[in-house]
């Protein structure tokens, strides 16, 4: 397929599907992809062992090869989509977190554009992202500046929020896993302003409470 066509991540992902639906699967195993990853998982090592072989037959039937360079076997934890996912954990790639340690202060429409972003895709391990993100915003906002402020407001202003954003990514947030046969906790608020929502499953050696996801909207 030619790179550049706007309909190629769509039958991309329609050919990539059909290989998937050629595999016959017990409930105990799931087989995700995105673009051309695919992550296993499994509750047993016989059926993880049996799964992985009738994905790489089903493969190579299509015409497909596998990078041993990026291949993961029977690991009990794997890096995907840049998070860290263990057999009842996620968490944000350490290699992520040690980059936006080094994170300097945004100074253009750009820059400040791409660190939004960037907090978006990590927002569920974030509370309170969207208020965090609020003096990134402000600086964008048209009806605000018509114009990027000169560098050191950018610095005044954006410097303690920054910083705020640096120290809650660095203590390696993690979330808990959603098990469907847990008991679930959903504690939610909403105002003329905005609503939020936290959903929480207990630990199971100490009945703690864990964050399974947070959403915060702002209007």
Do not use: C
């Amino acid at each position: 397929m030619p790179y550049g066509l706007a309909s190629a991540p769509y039958w991309w992902g329609e050919f990539i599907q059909r290989i998937i639906d050629e595999i016959s699967t017990s409930t105990s195993t799931v087989i995700r992809y995105y673009y051309d990853d695919i992550i296993i998982a499994s509750k047993s090592v016989t059926d993880h062992h049996q799964i992985v072989l009738k994905l790489f037959q089903a493969l190579k039937k299509n015409g497909l090869s596998i990078s041993e360079e990026k291949l993961q076997l029977a690991s009990d934890k794997v890096t995907f989509l840049g998070y860290e996912i263990s057999a009842d954990r996620i968490a944000i790639e350490p290699s992520k977190i040690e980059a936006i340690r080094k994170w300097e202060l945004p100074t253009t429409k750009e820059s400040i554009l791409k660190l939004v972003g960037f907090i978006n895709y990590l927002r569920n391990f974030i509370p309170e992202a969207s208020e965090h993100l609020r003096p990134f915003y402000a600086m964008i906002d048209p009806k605000i500046h018509t114009t990027l402020p000169h560098v050191k407001e950018i610095t005044h202003t954006s410097t303690p929020p920054l910083n705020h954003l640096k120290e809650w990514i660095a203590r390696s947030l993690t979330l808990k896993l959603f098990d469907p046969t847990a008991p679930t906790v959903i504690f939610s608020d909403a105002s003329l302003t905005g609503g939020a929502s936290i959903i929480f499953q207990p630990e199971i050696h100490n009945n703690k409470q864990t964050p399974i996801s947070n959403y915060i909207t702002l209007g």
